[in-house]
């Protein structure tokens, strides 16, 4: 048999709230994978619960349109990676390297930040940056130091069922109130009617704020996202086994968008209704197998295929798009999903940050301050207020680390405090602008 995979798509109906169909996969060992799981881990989800989900999100996101509320600055998300295991040593089989999990780390922050000259960027009129990154947690469960890597020897060759899955998930899981829980598994080659040998799984957010998907659909034992090791991380960047065309990380980024609440670009029941609820991907009605980018399965209707979006089952040297609409859906969820908003106040990444590792530079300009300049480093996100003599809040925003720059040419002259919280350090200092 030829190494190179033929792929071709079967079409499932056992999924309750659209038609849709999965990528089988075959590979040169004549193993029988399917793309994505989210059909049929997610099958509770009914139709009418999903139409009601997106509903509220359209209607959510509309208003924070009008009140021209934004989401400022770049919302880190706190990720444990458990590398579950059957006794291999480090670096072998499925006990990947921590060099592969920073890989799949980095893929991640290059497709949702839509980071320029990597294979995250696109230039589509459309394509947007999520303003999300990806960090892997300083602080286990228990309080104590973690490298975000939580290896588990599970004793179980691979993995066969969702029985099987979600009791090793309920037995390893960390809070998915704090942490997004990604479970790299060796998943079995062998297809029966209920399992299919996945790539990635995910699970759904529920939407108790607002309605739509119970959380009876979505138990919290078993949140998260689940990755075949040989789908997970990135061959350009980190060595090992990887499958053919399904090597750069984008089974990870496709199945964290379900985690956000994106469904597949081909989720409508043929041309027709209301696809992935998302108005500017185009409607499809057929999952995309290849990088043919002038695919077009709707051709009565506007627009051709976009094989390049994430949601796409397209190989992953072809993908590179997040739309707007996905990413206000996905702010969306992290507003008022529960167990997704809860990530954006976690404490995994609490750690006692030496003062020396806070530097605050004052760069002045004719005897006035003009700039403050932040220098912080061993911590994942820091927050920084300014305040007047007088108590006025004038400066108030989460920053990502390493250096920051913030003009205050703008503010009046006078006495400020600035405050400087990094992990569970705080540095204060007084300057005269």
Not at 18 to 24: D, G, K, W, Y
């Amino acid at each position: 048999m030829n190494k190179s995979r033929v792929l071709f798509l079967v079409f499932i109906f056992s999924f309750t709230f659209a038609f849709s169909q999965e990528e089988v996969i075959y590979e040169e060992h004549s193993h029988v994978k399917t793309r994505c799981g989210f059909n049929h881990t997610n099958k509770d989800i009914t139709k009418k619960s999903l139409e009601e989900f997106s509903t509220e999100v359209k209607k959510y996101t509309a208003r924070k349109k009008s009140l021209k509320i934004s989401d400022e600055g770049i919302l880190i998300l706190p990720v444990v990676v458990h590398v579950i295991h059957n006794g291999d040593a480090v670096g072998q089989n499925e006990n990947i390297t921590e060099a592969r999990v920073q890989s799949q780390i980095t893929v991640l922050n290059q497709d949702y930040r839509r980071m320029f000259d990597t294979n995250g960027f696109n230039t589509n009129p459309v394509g947007a940056d999520v303003e999300i990154q990806f960090q892997l947690v300083t602080t286990d469960p228990n309080g104590n130091p973690t490298n975000g890597i939580d290896r588990v020897n599970y004793g179980l060759e691979d993995f066969k069922t969702f029985s099987e899955i979600d009791k090793m998930k309920e037995a390893t899981i960390w809070d998915p109130n704090n942490y997004i829980n990604i479970w790299t598994v060796n998943v079995t080659d062998t297809q029966t009617e209920e399992f299919h040998g996945y790539l990635g799984i995910a699970q759904f957010p529920v939407m108790s704020d607002l309605g739509g998907i119970e959380n009876e659909n979505n138990p919290a034992e078993t949140d998260g996202v689940l990755i075949d090791w040989k789908a997970f991380g990135s061959s350009d960047l980190a060595g090992g086994e990887y499958y053919v065309s399904y090597d750069k990380g984008r089974t990870t980024t496709h199945e964290m968008g379900h985690f956000l609440g994106l469904l597949h670009v081909f989720q409508g029941e043929f041309c027709g209704g209301s696809g992935d609820y998302c108005d500017d991907t185009p409607v499809q009605s057929t999952s995309s197998n290849s990088c043919l980018l002038a695919k077009d399965s709707c051709p009565s209707l506007p627009g051709v295929d976009m094989v390049e979006n994430y949601m796409d089952y397209t190989y992953d040297s072809c993908m590179n798009v997040f739309t707007q609409d996905q990413k206000d859906r996905i702010w969306t969820v992290l507003d008022v999903s529960p167990r997704r908003k809860s990530l954006k106040n976690t404490n995994a990444f609490d750690q006692i940050i030496p003062e020396e590792d806070i530097t605050i530079e004052f760069h002045d300009s004719n005897s006035n301050t003009e700039q403050v300049v932040i220098y912080i480093k061993n911590v994942n996100d820091a927050r920084v207020t300014i305040y007047s003599i007088y108590g006025e809040l004038v400066y108030d925003k989460k920053i990502v680390p390493l250096r920051t720059t913030i003009d205050t040419s703008y503010f009046d002259s006078g006495i400020y405090i600035i405050n400087v919280e990094a992990g569970k350090n705080t540095k204060i200092l007084k300057f005269i602008r």
